[in-house]
């Protein structure tokens, strides 16, 4: 059951900018993760937004989640050629964690 | 070092061959899972447990068994491994069987039948 959708699919940057990935879901969730993956690698966890949150930041990292649109976007600022890699939206519609397809990140240097 | 190990990393096996993927963690964490990951597809569960002994079947269970005889361990075994199975594979833990745990995953084993 797949239940978040990331988008776009692909984004190329250049070193130093903005990178802006967003995730849309179908039903009310309890909370939101995302998830970076670098190529063929286990995913590794980056932040967790709770449902009752608007916004969340860690480091370069900045998460909002609007629960009306049911969707949330993953900004990372000033972005280095080590974020290259896939980021993961995850939801818990029901078993703990469902993924989405991803967004494939390539920031240039 | 808290970490989630697989075995193998890499495999080519022939159709019909029965395969165990190990996944063993040291962190004591209850839950634990099993996914795939497929090109256009995403991370789809196969199976998952909550506990020793307390297994449920995921989104594409068909062709896996598992079994949790131990806190730390949790392997995917095909029974008879078919081209459909050929796949990137992953064994995930987390502290519990809630959402807000973050999950921790292996470094994936990839898995080619022929």
């Known amino acids: 059951s797949q239940q978040g959708e990331e988008d776009p699919q692909a984004l190329s940057i250049q070193e130093g900018e903005n990178a802006t990935m967003n995730c849309s879901y179908k039903?009310?969730?309890?909370?939101l993760q995302w998830y970076r993956q670098n190529s063929g690698r286990g995913l590794v966890h980056l932040i967790l937004?709770?449902?009752?949150?608007r916004e969340k930041h860690s480091g370069r990292l900045r998460v909002t989640l609007d629960t009306s649109k049911k969707s949330s976007s993953l900004l990372i600022t000033a972005s280095r050629a080590a974020d290259t890699a896939s980021y993961f939206c995850?939801?818990?519609?029901?078993?703990?964690?469902?993924f989405g397809k991803g967004t494939r990140l390539s920031v240039i240097a | 070092e808290a970490q989630v190990t697989q075995n193998p990393r890499y495999l080519i096996t022939v159709t019909g061959k029965k395969l165990t993927v190990t996944c063993s963690q040291n962190?004591?964490?209850?839950?634990m899972s099993w996914y795939r990951q497929d090109p256009g597809l995403g991370l789809r569960q196969i199976y998952y447990?909550?506990?020793?002994?307390?297994?449920d079947k995921g989104d594409v269970p068909e062709g896996y068994k598992v079994s949790r005889k131990e806190k730390r361990n949790f392997p995917l075994i095909l029974e008879s491994p078919s081209p459909n199975q050929t796949s990137l594979y992953f064994c995930?833990?987390?502290?519990?069987?809630?959402?807000?745990?973050?999950?921790?995953f292996g470094p994936g084993t990839r898995l080619t039948v022929l």
């Open positions: 995850a939801t818990d519609p029901g078993t703990p964690l469902v």
């Open positions: 447990s909550m506990n020793v002994e307390v297994t």
């Open positions: 039903t009310s969730i309890n909370n």
């Open positions: 937004i709770r449902s009752n949150e």
């Open positions: 962190m004591n964490h209850e839950y």
């Open positions: 995930a833990s987390s502290l519990s069987y809630s959402s807000y745990n973050e999950q921790f």
